[in-house]
């Protein structure tokens, strides 16, 4: 009787444990994905035949929640700090990658995207969807910029663009030259609100670094900590007074907001701007089409050095889902999958795969703009700041800039930044 106890509680013992094991191995009935994009014309629309897709194929429903750009980052802040499995896969802003895996609010992915997979993405988003040598967070695409130009503007002033692509590219100097020849004509005093030159970001960490990255200049010491001595070095200090000079010369703008400069361009009021490749959509929505393009310009002496803004909508998964390995799934799926080409045929952003890059580079039907935005994307991105503090240090360096734009002495300005983040990192060295 006992051995047949025995029997029956091994085999007991046995079926549980199998159980167990098949109820964690379970492919999920449904995930959840947390994003941003809210509204019909928007994500929440535009991914819905995707989401479709993947059920097709999986027979896993992926329920999308949608919130506005600024709540998504309040709900990550409160549901996913919090612990709550609710959320299974989270859109990512980029730069804060480094943050929410300090935190331990997504979980490492190179379990799920072997090095030849991680391949395939341009090297910038990489290097933005890692921290401390860990892969975190793969693209859903990328983003790069353009210089652009109102060409009535230059035409009234008797300004012919000379051959500008990538493989020849205008040097600052030159842009400034021509900048300056059309406010000659149509704002000799330089008082009447038209401008020269002008960056879309104007005062933004995103775009505005590129200057100081294109002197040589980096956004942060490769601990993602130390900014003593990086951003206060020869090269930002170059960059802020190459800077303040167009400013203080009436070539670039003062207190104009990002909000506004499109319009300035799109107005007659902005000869040149440096822009990211959804200009001609803004454009189309103001009504403008006599615009150009042109690559990002390089300074000379450092030509080589030529740094683009860059970075965009990564995937990170919830390190308290349950359901780790279907959110991989899924991410693959949206990265590198059938579900990255429906989302880049829908929404038409910079894609952060090489294959569609190159696709994009040798289409002779493709848009200019298009053409020198691949090969920005795949060659002269520079990330943002790659640090646990990138809010503190955003909020920073965005009012650095606005100070220095509006008249502050650049290496006072440029130290004091320095103070304020040495302050503000010292929590993460903990």
Same mark, same amino acid.
């Given at each position: 009787m006992k051995k047949y106890l025995s029997l029956v509680l091994a085999l007991m013992m046995v079926l549980g444990v199998t159980a167990v094991a098949g109820a964690e191995s379970a492919q999920p009935q449904k995930i959840v994905w947390l994003s941003q994009g809210v509204g019909d014309n928007a994500w929440e629309?535009?991914?819905?035949?995707?989401?479709?897709?993947? /059920?097709?194929? %999986?027979?896993?429903?992926?329920? &999308?929640?949608?919130?506005?750009?600024?709540?998504?980052?309040?709900?990550?802040?409160? /549901?996913?700090?919090?612990?709550?499995?609710?959320? #299974?896969?989270?859109s990512v802003d980029v730069p804060m990658v480094a943050a929410y895996a300090t935190r331990g609010y997504i979980a490492p992915m190179d379990q799920y995207f072997t090095a030849e997979e991680k391949a395939q993405f341009i090297d910038s988003a990489v290097t933005a969807g890692s921290w401390q040598g860990t892969f975190y967070a793969p693209p859903m695409n990328t983003s790069t910029q353009c210089l652009w130009y109102n060409k009535a503007l230059l035409a009234e002033a008797g300004v012919t663009m000379p051959d500008s692509s990538v493989e020849s590219r205008l040097t600052w100097d030159q842009v400034v030259e021509m900048a300056n020849q059309v406010l000659d004509k149509v704002?000799?005093? =330089?008082?009447?609100?038209?401008?020269?030159?002008? +960056?879309?970001?104007?005062? =933004?960490?995103?775009?505005?670094?590129?200057?100081?990255?294109?002197?040589?200049?980096?956004?942060? &010491?490769?601990?993602?900590?130390?900014?003593?001595?990086?951003?206060?070095?020869?090269? +930002?200090?170059?960059?802020?007074?190459w800077y303040q000079g167009l400013v203080q010369s009436g070539v670039a703008s003062q207190g104009i907001t990002a909000d506004e400069m499109s319009n300035y361009l799109a107005s007659g009021k902005l000869a040149f701007m440096v822009g990211g @490749?959804?200009?001609?959509?803004?454009?189309?929505?103001?009504?403008?089409? #006599?615009?150009?393009?042109?690559?990002?310009? @390089?300074?000379?002496?450092?030509? #080589?050095?030529?740094?683009?803004? %860059?970075?965009?909508? *990564?995937?990170?998964?919830?390190?308290?889902?349950?359901? /780790?390995?279907?959110?991989?799934?899924?991410?693959?799926?949206?990265?590198?999958?059938?579900?990255?080409?429906?989302?880049?045929?829908?929404? *038409?952003?910079?894609?952060? =795969?090489?294959?569609?890059?190159?696709?994009?580079?040798?289409?002779?039907?493709?848009?200019?703009?298009l053409k020198i935005g691949a090969y920005e994307a795949a060659n002269t991105s520079v990330p943002r700041a790659l640090t646990p503090g990138f809010s503190e240090y955003s909020t920073v360096m965005n009012a650095m800039w606005e100070d220095v734009r509006n008249g502050a002495d650049v290496k006072s300005s440029l130290d004091s930044a320095v103070q304020q983040l040495n302050s503000a990192m010292e929590k993460y060295k903990q």
């Open positions: 629309g535009q991914t819905k035949p995707i989401l479709e897709k993947y /059920k097709e194929l %999986t027979g896993i429903e992926v329920v &999308g929640e949608f919130y506005s750009f600024d709540d998504l980052f309040d709900i990550i802040e409160v /549901k996913i700090a919090s612990g709550s499995a609710d959320y #299974d896969v989270i704002n000799p005093d =330089r008082n009447n609100g038209i401008f020269g030159l002008d +960056w879309q970001q104007v005062s =933004r960490v995103y775009q505005m670094n590129a200057i100081a990255n294109s002197m040589g200049g980096k956004n942060i &010491g490769d601990d993602g900590l130390t900014v003593d001595g990086v951003v206060n070095d020869e090269a +930002w200090v170059n960059a802020l007074t @490749t959804w200009t001609p959509a803004t454009m189309d929505g103001l009504g403008f089409a #006599d615009y150009g393009f042109c690559a990002m310009p @390089t300074f000379e002496g450092y030509e #080589d050095k030529v740094g683009t803004p %860059t970075g965009s909508w *990564h995937f990170g998964i919830n390190n308290a889902s349950a359901n /780790k390995d279907a959110a991989a799934d899924f991410i693959k799926f949206m990265t590198l999958g059938e579900g990255s080409d429906m989302w880049l045929d829908i929404n *038409h952003d910079v894609p952060a =795969r090489k294959d569609k890059i190159d696709a994009i580079i040798a289409d002779e039907s493709a848009a200019g703009y």
